[in-house]
T-cell receptor, first 111, second 115 residues
Framework: SQKIEQNSEALNIQEGKTATLTCNYTNYSPAYLQWYRQDPGRGPVFLLLIRENEKEKRKERLKVTFDTTLKQSLFHITASQPADSATYLCALTNYGQNFVFGPGTRLSVLP | DAGVIQSPRHEVTEMGQEVTLRCKPISGHNSLFWYRQTMMRGLELLIYFNNNVPIDDSGMPEDRFSAKMPNASFSTLKIQPSEPRDSAVYFC?????????????FGQGTRLTVV
């Protein structure tokens, strides 16, 4: 069955450092991989999407990589700020098929 | 657009009662998803619709759960009878064109507590 793992349940880093979150998957061939942010008491909010034929995507301080050979995506937040503290979820999608989320990583950026 | 609207925001009910959760997707979106989120199991896809038609309901946990989408602007998730283990946050999300893998927009969720 499809399985998605995110590197750790929680990650603490110092303000100004780069946060790196990992998403690994098995038994799935996604066409797209998406990253979402979820704050307490709220629904997930879309951040970035990367296609299977793309290696890297950037948006402001965010960078996502996608390695379909390793079945892994890395999500980077550079110059992290306390406001970046949240849970980050990766999601795998394929054309018209199940939209599956990973368990999430809770990021805390310490001032 | 106001985004995906879910109601109620909170629901407390007694075991055995029927519960109905409601969702209004973003206008013009063709796909709608129902998710359940718990600490133990994370975000689980229950069912999704495309153009008001249920595509995959394999995530629906039991026959006690049912979902409908009578038109493009409204969907319901019903639990009957409810049990304490159904306590969770239920999210509705919509997407512009699911077969083109556009992103999903989530509602604020309904926190369900079954006592």
């Amino acid at each position: 069955s499809q399985k998605i793992e995110q590197n750790s349940e929680a990650l603490n880093i110092q303000e100004g450092k780069t946060a790196t979150l990992t998403c690994n998957y098995t038994n799935y061939s996604p066409a797209y991989l998406q990253w979402y942010r979820q704050d307490p008491g709220r629904g997930p909010v879309f951040l970035l999407l990367i296609r299977e034929n793309e290696k890297e995507k950037r948006k402001e301080r965010l960078k996502v990589t996608f390695d379909t050979t390793l079945k892994q995506s890395l999500f980077h937040i550079t110059a992290s700020q306390p406001a970046d503290s949240a849970t980050y979820l990766c999601a795998l999608t394929n054309y018209g098929q199940n939209f599956v989320f990973g368990p999430g990583t809770r990021l805390s950026v310490l001032p | 657009d106001a985004g995906v609207i879910q109601s109620p925001r909170h629901e407390v009910t007694e075991m055995g009662q029927e519960v109905t959760l409601r969702c209004k997707p973003i206008s013009g979106h063709n796909s709608l998803f129902w998710y359940r989120q718990t600490m133990m199991r994370g975000l689980e896809l229950l069912i999704y619709f495309n153009n008001n038609v249920p595509i995959d309901d394999s995530g629906m946990p039991e026959d006690r759960f049912s979902a409908k989408m009578p038109n493009a602007s409204f969907s319901t998730l019903k639990i009957q009878p409810s049990e304490p283990r159904d306590s969770a946050v239920y999210f509705c999300a919509s997407s512009l064109a699911w077969d083109k893998n556009t992103e999903a927009f989530f509602g604020q969720g309904t926190r369900l507590t079954v006592v």
